[in-house]
């Protein structure tokens, strides 16, 4: 993707046009592959723009409908096609693609830089048609904004679009996502998105970090590298006091303001948010990604840990957030980093409780970090019988066999593919249990 990374970006509408704003190629030598000028907030910004120009009185504000796991396949591989004259990169990305949606023509990767341009790409005829039949349009992602004089145009704007989305790609609206308002409405929903507090909140973080030279809100950054008059201006923010009031106060929580916070209380490394996650962990499921990485970002007490470990493993058996094998895996990923999260007893019953390859791979792993030696010695002659996934962590966990045990199993072994010797190689200089 980076190496057609520029095609892809000059057969898209040009972004001085100011229609898509999301994911403009433009690699930076510290690894970041998009123009940080063009994000949510230069989208937000033009429509600011649109609403104070006084030429319309409605917009059409509307979301697809899971977008990334319903791209289809062929409409996608035509686009690079036409995009690109490197062919084979385009063959490599059609077998890449196919692994894991086996026999499904549909779905890319989420959340991976590659797969946003991917999904610009395929939209970018869309925003085409809309271009085509005259309308004003913005998006960022699938979020589209189309402003209109008249309500008679807004609705057939809307139609249009959902008419482009559906025959072009298979793609829906989300329904309580998607509707038609008045510019007024719309203004208070773009000005008023979060209370006065956060906005605020949102402006003086944001002139903090500019100053500091992160120009984009969601970029990474070090805390502790930070100076101590600049750490203390972001702690006087009281980030863990807006996400505590917040979390507390609905049911049905802000994704991208919970995001935002968990996010820099993780740069941050403050712990003073843990009990309140704990306590409302099943609200937290949209972001659930971004929960597990605070916990294992900051600094927590050994007996804070082990209390929240036992409440991971409650939510895995007996909760709406742990029966998604996305959610286990972050759960159980915790355990397979280390050993400070203590329920090591737990790991061979939950082993047998959650067949499916993702969960039993991070369990494997677990199992081999916390030196449980004697789970592994009755299963290695059955070794060739697991998924490949799966084989592949009980090689590297195996490394937890006392002694030479390890090496002379892994010696034993007929017919390793070359990754799983390179594993075997290199776990025996990295024990998992070390």
Same mark, same amino acid.
């Given at each position: 993707?980076y190496?057609i990374?520029?095609?892809?970006e000059?057969?898209?509408?040009p972004?001085?046009q100011?229609?898509?704003?999301?994911?403009r190629f433009?690699p930076?030598?510290?690894?970041?592959?998009?123009d +940080?000028d063009?994000n949510? !907030?230069?989208f937000?910004?033009y429509c600011? =723009? &649109?609403v104070? /120009?006084?030429? %319309? $009185?409605?917009?059409?504000?509307?979301d697809?409908?899971?977008f990334?796991?319903?791209?289809?396949?062929?409409?996608?591989?035509?686009a690079?096609?036409e995009?690109?004259?490197?062919?084979?990169?385009v063959?490599?990305?059609?077998?890449c693609?196919?692994?894991?949606n086996?026999s499904?023509?549909?779905g890319i990767p989420v959340g991976?830089?590659a797969?946003?341009?991917?999904?610009?790409?395929v939209?970018?005829?869309?925003?085409?048609?809309?271009?085509?039949?005259?309308?004003n349009?913005?998006?960022f992602?699938?979020?589209?904004?189309?402003?209109?004089?008249?309500e008679?145009?807004?609705?057939?704007?809307?139609?249009?679009?959902?008419?482009?989305?559906?025959?072009?790609h298979?793609?829906?609206?989300?329904?309580?996502?998607?509707?038609?308002m +008045?510019?007024?409405?719309? !203004?208070?929903?773009?000005?008023n998105e979060d =209370? &006065?507090?956060? /906005?605020?909140? %949102? $402006?003086?973080?944001?002139?903090?970090?500019d100053?500091?030279?992160i120009?984009?809100?969601?970029?990474d950054?070090?805390?502790d590298g930070?100076d101590e008059?600049?750490?203390?201006?972001?702690?006087?923010l009281n980030?863990?006091?807006?996400l505590e009031?917040?979390?507390?106060?609905v049911?049905?929580?802000?994704?991208?303001?919970v995001?935002f916070?968990l996010?820099?209380?993780?740069?941050?490394?403050n712990?003073?948010?843990?009990d309140c996650?704990?306590e409302n962990i099943e609200?937290?499921?949209p972001?659930?990604?971004?929960v597990?990485?605070y916990?294992?970002a900051?600094?927590?007490?050994t007996?804070?840990?082990?209390?929240?470990?036992?409440?991971?493993?409650?939510?895995?058996?007996?909760?709406?957030?742990g029966h998604l094998?996305?959610?286990r895996?972050?759960?159980?990923?915790?355990?397979t980093n280390?050993?400070?999260?203590?329920n090591?007893?737990?790991?061979?019953?939950?082993?047998?409780e959650?067949p499916?390859?993702?969960s039993?791979?991070e369990l494997?792993?677990a199992?081999?970090?916390?030196g449980?030696?004697y789970w592994?010695?009755p299963?290695?002659?059955?070794?060739s019988d697991f998924?490949?996934?799966?084989?592949?962590?009980f090689l590297?966990?195996?490394?937890?066999?006392?002694?030479?045990?390890?090496a002379?199993?892994?010696?034993?072994?007929?017919?390793l593919?070359?990754?799983e010797r390179v594993?075997?190689?290199?776990?025996?200089?990295h024990?998992?249990?070390?």
């Amino acid at each position: 993707m980076y190496e057609i990374g520029t095609e892809l970006e000059e057969y898209r509408i040009p972004k001085d046009q100011n229609i898509a704003f999301s994911h403009r190629f433009d690699p930076h030598q510290d690894g970041r592959m998009y123009d +940080t000028d063009y994000n949510w !907030e230069s989208f937000q910004n033009y429509c600011v =723009d &649109q609403v104070d /120009s006084e030429e %319309y $009185e409605y917009v059409v504000v509307a979301d697809i409908a899971d977008f990334f796991p319903r791209i289809y396949s062929h409409p996608l591989e035509q686009a690079l096609g036409e995009a690109t004259t490197k062919a084979n990169h385009v063959k490599a990305l059609k077998r890449c693609l196919s692994q894991p949606n086996g026999s499904v023509s549909y779905g890319i990767p989420v959340g991976q830089a590659a797969s946003r341009l991917l999904a610009e790409l395929v939209l970018d005829d869309v925003d085409r048609g809309l271009m085509g039949e005259g309308y004003n349009h913005c998006r960022f992602v699938d979020d589209y904004r189309i402003f209109c004089r008249t309500e008679k145009e807004a609705f057939e704007a809307l139609a249009t679009l959902a008419n482009l989305l559906f025959e072009n790609h298979g793609l829906t609206l989300q329904q309580h996502k998607t509707r038609v308002m +008045t510019l007024e409405k719309f !203004e208070n929903l773009l000005r008023n998105e979060d =209370d &006065q507090e956060i /906005s605020i909140l %949102y $402006e003086q973080f944001h002139e903090i970090i500019d100053r500091i030279g992160i120009h984009n809100v969601y970029d990474d950054f070090d805390f502790d590298g930070l100076d101590e008059e600049t750490q203390d201006e972001i702690r006087r923010l009281n980030l863990e006091e807006i996400l505590e009031e917040h979390l507390n106060d609905v049911d049905n929580i802000d994704i991208s303001l919970v995001r935002f916070l968990l996010k820099r209380l993780s740069q941050i490394g403050n712990p003073d948010s843990v009990d309140c996650l704990i306590e409302n962990i099943e609200k937290l499921y949209p972001v659930f990604k971004e929960v597990m990485m605070y916990f294992q970002a900051i600094e927590i007490e050994t007996e804070t840990k082990h209390k929240i470990g036992s409440k991971l493993i409650d939510i895995c058996q007996d909760s709406v957030v742990g029966h998604l094998e996305y959610n286990r895996i972050l759960m159980f990923n915790i355990f397979t980093n280390d050993n400070e999260w203590n329920n090591e007893d737990k790991f061979s019953r939950l082993y047998t409780e959650f067949p499916d390859q993702y969960s039993q791979r991070e369990l494997i792993l677990a199992m081999g970090r916390a030196g449980q030696d004697y789970w592994f010695r009755p299963r290695r002659r059955n070794v060739s019988d697991f998924t490949p996934w799966v084989k592949r962590a009980f090689l590297a966990a195996s490394s937890c066999l006392p002694g030479d045990q390890a090496a002379h199993w892994y010696r034993s072994l007929p017919r390793l593919d070359s990754l799983e010797r390179v594993i075997t190689k290199w776990a025996l200089t990295h024990p998992v249990a070390d």
